[in-house]
């Protein structure tokens, strides 16, 4: 009997192992409905795609299958976030950070962005975090008036997208083709993945 228990343990683990995904591992993919993706975020039950050649924000199920549009307040948006209520839609050729009704796209506030370049944005469940890629920092911003909270420098050249975990930052760096896991509240590098 201990033999039997022994050997349904050992095939249960194996079993587990062999169907566990991969870190990195492509699980799906699917077409994005415009020519030029520049910013992703997830609400809780769709995907929201920035695309800058049609200016458009995009409202997709996990399959990628438009359920609507957008119109992006801006000309050139790039980093998108949720906020639980609202999107976030961070524009670089407006320098904007631009909260936005997702019902119906009415824009309920613009800030200015505090840097010459924003890029990426994400959400932590407080505030907004924003890359700059001509200055290389990485901000916490304040949604009532898009002050910075606290900056430090990026680890990269070209910081683009940010990604908030539950605990820690991650951010895309474009020139380093990496990903860096940060201590949001002190800036430190934990981890890097690099390309292959």
């Known amino acids: 009997m201990k033999r039997f228990l022994f050997a349904l343990l050992m095939s249960l683990v194996l079993c587990h192992l062999s169907s566990a995904r991969q870190v990195g591992e492509v699980v799906t993919s699917f077409p994005t409905p415009g020519p030029c993706p520049t910013g992703l975020t997830w609400d809780g039950k769709h995907l929201w795609l920035a695309d800058r050649k049609t ?3 995009y409202k997709m199920n996990s399959e990628g299958k438009v359920l609507g549009t957008i ?4 000309y050139w948006p790039m980093g998108l976030a ?3 209520t609202y999107l976030w839609n ?3 050729g407006e320098k904007k950070l631009y909260r936005i009704d997702p019902r119906d796209g009415t824009i309920v506030a ?6 010459p370049s924003p890029s990426g944005l994400c959400w932590d469940g407080r505030s907004l975090w924003l890359s700059d ?3 290389d920092i990485v901000s916490r911003v304040s ?3 898009g002050t910075v909270i606290i900056s430090f ?3 990269g050249g070209e910081p683009q997208g940010l990604a908030f975990d539950g605990t820690y930052l991650w951010l895309a760096d474009r020139s380093m083709d990496e990903l860096y896991l940060l201590a949001a509240d002190k800036g430190y590098v934990l981890w890097v993945v690099k390309s292959p």
């Open 153 to 155: 420098p990026a680890p």
């Open 90 to 92: 961070v524009d670089l």
């Open 55 to 57: 200016d458009t924000l």
């Open 133 to 135: 890629n001509k200055d």
């Open 143 to 145: 949604t009532e008036d």
């Open 82 to 84: 949720f906020d639980g």
């Open 71 to 74: 119109p992006a307040p801006g």
């Open 110 to 115: 613009a800030l200015d962005a505090p840097g």
